[in-house]
């Protein structure tokens, strides 16, 4: 099936680092959605975009829907134990698609 | 507002049987989704209903199957099990078709 080009795919960082993830297509898409999985449970809404430069924050996480509306990127400022997870950007016309993930860990 | 519920929570199968899964979205919303999710493959959409019609469907099988009820309420079934289905089912559901997605907690799988 389709997926959204995401990266990186990992990252190990330290508490209190900012973090950066991107989602790319060769497709337009509509709307832009970040989520954030934890083991075991289902994807959780973190932050939706609509329009084509939109900047939204939502605490210490920021996104952006990409001008092209081929991409989009999430930055987590100032990074907390809690912050660990996957996080997936998804692209929506008729249907969503997904990226393939960031796996975020925090090194002790 | 109670969030999507999805049951039962965990599953074990073998290979040629049929399961069935259900969803309950959340209050109000007309919309269901279901995804797959693997390690290898990510999350694959497999189809969505809204008002009880199928509205898009994904690139699976015909063993794979889904209805909405007139309660919104969704159920998937899986026929003929293959090793290859094990994964984690999750239902999504929303208002309509540029609302926010909103995911149950998923019914993992696993066929032996």
């Known amino acids: 099936g389709q997926q959204l080009n995401q990266s990186p795919q990992s990252m190990f960082i330290q508490e209190g680092e900012d973090v950066s993830m991107n989602c790319t297509s060769s497709?337009?898409?509509?709307?832009w959605l970040w989520y954030k999985q934890d083991p075991g449970e289902g994807p959780v809404l973190l932050i939706a975009l609509y329009k084509a430069g939109e900047l939204t924050s939502n605490g210490r996480l920021t996104a952006q829907f990409g001008i092209t509306r081929k991409d989009s990127f999430l930055n987590i400022s100032a990074s907390i134990p809690s912050d660990v997870g996957i996080y997936f950007c998804a692209g929506r016309n008729e249907k969503l698609t997904f990226g393939t993930g960031t796996r975020l860990t925090i090194i002790p | 507002k109670a969030g999507v519920t999805q049951t039962p929570r965990y599953l074990i199968k073998t290979r040629g049987q049929q399961v069935t899964l259900s969803c309950s979205p959340i209050s109000g919303h007309r919309s269901v989704s279901w995804y797959q999710q693997t390690p290898g493959q990510g999350l694959q959409f497999l189809f969505e209903?809204?008002?009880?019609?199928?509205?898009n469907k994904g690139n699976f099988p015909g063993r794979f199957s889904g209805r909405q009820f007139s309660n919104s309420r969704s159920e998937m079934n899986v026929s003929t099990l293959e090793l290859g289905d094990s994964a984690l089912y999750l239902c999504?559901?929303?208002?309509?078709?540029?609302?926010?997605?909103?995911f149950g907690s998923g019914t993992q799988l696993s066929v032996l």
């Open positions: 209903y809204f008002s009880e019609t199928q509205r």
């Open positions: 999504a559901s929303s208002g309509g078709s540029n609302e926010k997605l909103f």
């Open positions: 497709s337009i898409f509509n709307t």
